[in-house]
């Protein structure tokens, strides 16, 4: 079984086999098996892991009680902490997966490892997009890819 890194996401896009990664790291890393089996409901557009600054997005999940999933935090805390001391010594986390719908990000998968790369000062990293319609699937195209290349 793979390591789910961000050099194995690199090498499932190189192969346009991102979706699939997408959801054995959602079934097999991340144990988040109700996101990856809700992405299968409907077709959805994926695109490779691209870096784009981190000022984009927002948590929804963490201890603080304004955010959609409010979680413990002393273990919330526990995690960060262990991902930036793992960053530190050189791990090169999994993308964050995020949608983008009606001109706006949502930080779906990867709240913990968000916090940790802020709080590591590190401003812009590889995210894999998800959109669900066309309209946004173009419009990410549009505002995102074309200013990258």
Partial sequence: ????????????????????????????????????????????????????????????????????????????????KGMMDSLNKGWKMPPLIINFSQGKFELNDGNHRFEALVRSQIKEYSVIIWTTSVEDKLLFERTFLNEKN
Wanted: charged content about 30%.
């Fill in 1 to 80: 079984m793979d390591r789910f890194e961000l050099e194995s996401a690199l090498r499932y896009s190189e192969e346009n086999r991102i979706e699939e990664w997408v959801h054995l790291f959602l079934q097999y890393q991340d144990n988040n098996i109700p996101f990856s089996e809700g992405l299968k409901l409907e077709k959805r557009y994926f695109f490779n892991p691209i870096n784009l600054s981190l000022s984009n997005f927002e948590r929804c999940c963490g201890p603080e009680t304004n955010m959609k999933y409010i979680v413990d935090e002393i273990n919330f805390e526990k995690y960060v």
